[in-house]
Each structure stands twice: as C-alpha cells, then as structure tokens.
C-alpha cells in the first residue's frame, strides 16, 4: 500500500508561481515512476508530467513545457513541481500518482486545489 499526501495549493495571481509536494509512504518500493495530473472543473483529467525515480527522467504535458518542473527526492520520498508563469487556465485540482512504470499509475492522492486570478 502507498500513500500519497500533496501539499502547496493555494490561490495565487496570473504571473505567479507556486510549489506544490507529493510525499509517499507506505510500500514505497512498488514506486519507480510518479506524475502529476489536474482535473479543471468540467474538464477531464489530463497529465501534467512525469519522473521516473531511479534515473528522474521526465516528461511534460505541452500545455505546462517551459513553465513547470517536476523533481524529487529519493531520500524524503517526495516529488515537486514548480509552476512558474501561472495562468488562470492552469486552475484544477491536482494529485499526484504513483505506479511501477510511468504510465501506469495504480496509486492515487487526494488532490491540492491551485487557483490562479487573473
């Protein structure tokens, strides 16, 4: 079992930045790819990026290249992304997840809500 715990949301101006966590518990061996997802209301929830955790490769939605950063930390357990150049488009709930391979996330958190104001 893993647990996964986001923390950083909050409200903050277009232009702004933000960081949010994603710290792992539990059976954090199963863990070798986490990403980030966001849900907007009345949209689908769509991928954000990606880091593998032995080698930290990365991957990125297009709509977030050049503006957000994913990272982590293998001794805390604990996977950023920094949001820089927030627009209020990038308002949702995000959650982290984790799962063997990227790609494949079986392991969910409960979600941090960023709201950007124009």
């Known amino acids: 079992q893993v647990q996964l715990v986001e923390s950083g949301g909050g409200l903050v101006q277009a232009g702004g930045s933000l960081r949010l966590s994603c710290a792992a518990s539990?059976?954090?061996?199963?863990?070798?790819?986490m990403g980030w997802f966001r849900q907007a209301p009345g949209k689908e929830r769509e991928f954000v990026a990606a880091?593998?955790?032995?080698?930290?490769?990365?991957r990125y939605a297009d709509s977030v290249k050049g503006r957000f950063t994913i990272s982590r930390d293998n001794a805390k357990n604990t996977v950023y992304l920094q949001m820089n150049s927030l627009n209020p488009e990038d308002t949702a709930v995000y959650y982290c997840?984790?799962?063997?391979?990227?790609?494949?996330?079986?392991?969910w958190g409960q979600g941090t809500q960023v709201t950007v104001s124009s």
């Open positions: 997840a984790a799962g063997p391979v990227d790609r494949m996330y079986d392991s």
């Open positions: 880091i593998t955790w032995s080698g930290g490769n990365t």
């Open positions: 539990g059976r954090t061996f199963r863990i070798y790819a």
